[in-house]
């Protein structure tokens, strides 16, 4: 038997003491496995809503969104917030507001990211003195018409049910509304592919195509539609600045003696009829210069979907 020489084992033990035993592999948890998905799914917004109400304190609510509400004519309210007015000082008043509307992460609210927002005018009908009973009911003399006034007075009894915003859309274009209908009247209205972009609202539950060259402005709900659209050349700032407009209105294409897809141009202007649902219909009004434009939106309108 061979015994190493005590220099040689001396040597062996001390590089045996240096050596660091391999430390056990611990296994590192990948912080990256969860991802916040919310940052990856946008949010669908229909931007350019307008609506009218009275704004109130969120209040307690089930949505936990929004600091705001605004109260509509119908009972029912939209969640506010913003970033870009202060809403605060708005509380209690009759509003117009503008922003991006989108559903709420609980199902069954909509809240608004509000963009402008102003005090509602009051309509100056309003400020008319009204007659006295007494002066109703005794006409003086000179105020009493004769047999013959009264065969020669026209009714008028026949405006009283039109709103002021129809009135308003009934009359004679502005010299700028007519010069964009020129413009979008040169465009080419007829091929599908010109057709690129689309306004959708999931609120409502509609699509619709625009003409690629074209601007287009959703005005939400107003005193006299349900819902309103307006398509223009250019950048649109008020109501009816648009010479397209899109309105979703109560009752079928029936009780508008029209059936569905019909297109009539009538004083001057081209109206197109699409039936909806819940006894809804669609009709798209521009002047007869632009009735091919009517004639493809109205047949082109669809239900909104989620991959839209």
């Known amino acids: 038997m061979k015994f190493l020489s005590l220099p040689l084992l001396a040597l062996l033990l ?47 609510s089930i949505y936990m969104e929004g600091t705001h509400r605004l109260q509509l004519p119908d009972d029912k309210f939209i969640l506010l917030e913003s970033t870009a007015v202060d809403l605060n000082g708005y509380v209690n008043e009759e509003v117009v507001i503008v922003g ?9 609210g909509m809240i608004m990211r509000v963009e ?23 006409p003086t003399e000179e105020e009493t018409p004769t047999e013959e006034e009264e065969e020669e007075t026209p009714a008028t009894d026949t405006d009283s049910d039109v709103s002021e915003e129809e009135r308003e ?19 080419d209205l007829s091929t599908p592919s010109e057709w690129t972009q689309q306004y959708c609202t999931g609120h409502i539950g509609f699509c619709m195509p625009v003409q690629r060259n074209w601007w287009f402005r959703s005005f ?11 398509m223009s ?5 008020n109501l009816f600045d648009g010479p397209i407009r899109v309105n979703l209105v109560s009752g079928t294409v029936a009780s508008k003696q029209a059936t ?27 002047p007869e210069e632009l009735e091919d434009a009517v004639a493809f939106i109205t047949a082109n309108i669809t239900p909104y979907s989620e991959e839209e």
């Open 14 to 60: 001390l590089v045996s003491a240096c050596t660091p035993e391999a430390e056990p592999i611990v296994p590192v948890e990948d912080e990256t496995v969860e991802t916040d998905t919310s940052e990856e799914t946008p949010i669908r917004e229909t931007k350019n809503v307008r609506y009218e109400g009275m704004v109130k304190p969120a209040g307690i």
């Open 100 to 108: 991006a509307l989108r559903p709420t992460v609980e199902a069954g």
């Open 116 to 138: 402008t927002i102003a005090l509602k005018e009051e309509p100056a009908e309003e400020e008319e003195e009204t007659l006295t009973e007494e002066e109703e009911e005794t």
């Open 169 to 187: 859309e009934a009359m004679d274009l502005s010299p700028e509304v007519r010069a964009r209908t020129q413009v979008m009247a040169s465009h």
């Open 220 to 230: 939400g709900t107003t005193s006299s539609y349900l819902w309103h659209v307006e």
């Open 233 to 237: 050349s250019e950048e649109m700032v």
């Open 260 to 286: 569905d897809g019909q297109i009539r141009v009538q004083g001057g202007q081209a109206i197109g009829f699409r039936t909806w649902t819940e006894n809804r219909h669609f009709e798209v009004v521009a």
